[in-house]
């Protein structure tokens, strides 16, 4: 089945580390979209990509760091400047072109602090 | 940056149909309008969007005023599994910019 595909479901950080999300997607999209989402609120965009080996920084960007190496993968660290990681996390993938940019959303990955 | 404004929330019977409104102050004529919904827990789920004209699809109806300003998403025939966090979107050059969205809550 062609999806997009977040891991692990749940994830526990110590303080001072660092911590990768996985983000992984068969639906030969090019644009990939990283989100946080904090209880009762909306989704707030960290970093995306519109092509493989390139990325911009979304409205909270700082304390996190992306790579977008191959077309298929674009996983999000969440690193120890971070101070507040506890949150939600989104993967989204779509095509790309404007217009159309249905996003797809992964099943998301619960991130707490230790 | 595109900037949404939904009600908090709202209330619908089941069976009746469920009216969404959104503003979209900040729309340039280009962008499209994406609507998208949020059951506890999961990711967002692709609605309809559209760009001037009214939409229709087996989910729902996307209305747009003329001046693009607003928009209301009608569900028209609501059920309990209705009931999720709405989200009107706004397409904002090259991303999606997401508000705080609308609770549905369907009663029975």
């Known amino acids: 089945d062609g999806g997009i595909t977040q891991s692990p479901k749940y994830l526990f950080r110590k303080e001072g580390q660092n911590v990768t999300l996985s983000c992984e997607q068969n639906?030969?999209?090019?644009?990939m979209y990283w989100y946080r989402q904090d209880p009762g609120q909306g989704l707030r965009l960290i970093y995306y990509s519109q092509i493989v080996n390139d990325f911009q920084k979304g409205d909270i960007a700082e304390g996190y760091s992306v790579s977008r190496e191959k077309k298929e993968s674009f996983p999000l660290t969440v690193t120890s400047a971070q101070k507040n990681p506890t949150a939600f996390y989104l993967c989204?993938?779509?095509?790309?072109?404007?217009?159309?940019?249905?996003?797809?959303f992964g099943s998301g990955t619960q991130l707490s602090v230790l | 940056d595109a900037k949404t404004t939904q009600p908090p929330s709202m209330d619908c019977a089941e069976g009746r149909a469920a009216n969404l409104p959104c503003n979209h102050s900040t729309i340039s004529g280009n962008e499209y309008v994406y609507w998208y919904r949020q059951i506890h827990s999961q990711g967002p789920q692709y609605i309809i969007h559209?760009?001037?004209n009214n939409e229709t699809n087996e989910m729902a109806s996307l209305i747009i005023t003329e001046d693009r300003k607003s928009s209301t998403l009608i569900l028209p025939h609501a059920t309990l599994r209705d009931t999720a966090v709405y989200y009107c979107?706004?397409?904002?050059?090259?991303?999606?910019?997401f508000g705080t969205g609308t609770r549905l809550q369907v009663f029975p």
């Open positions: 639906l030969n999209h090019d644009a």
């Open positions: 559209g760009l001037k």
């Open positions: 989204a993938s779509s095509i790309g072109d404007r217009g159309g940019e249905k996003l797809f």
């Open positions: 979107v706004d397409e904002n050059t090259d991303k999606l910019i």
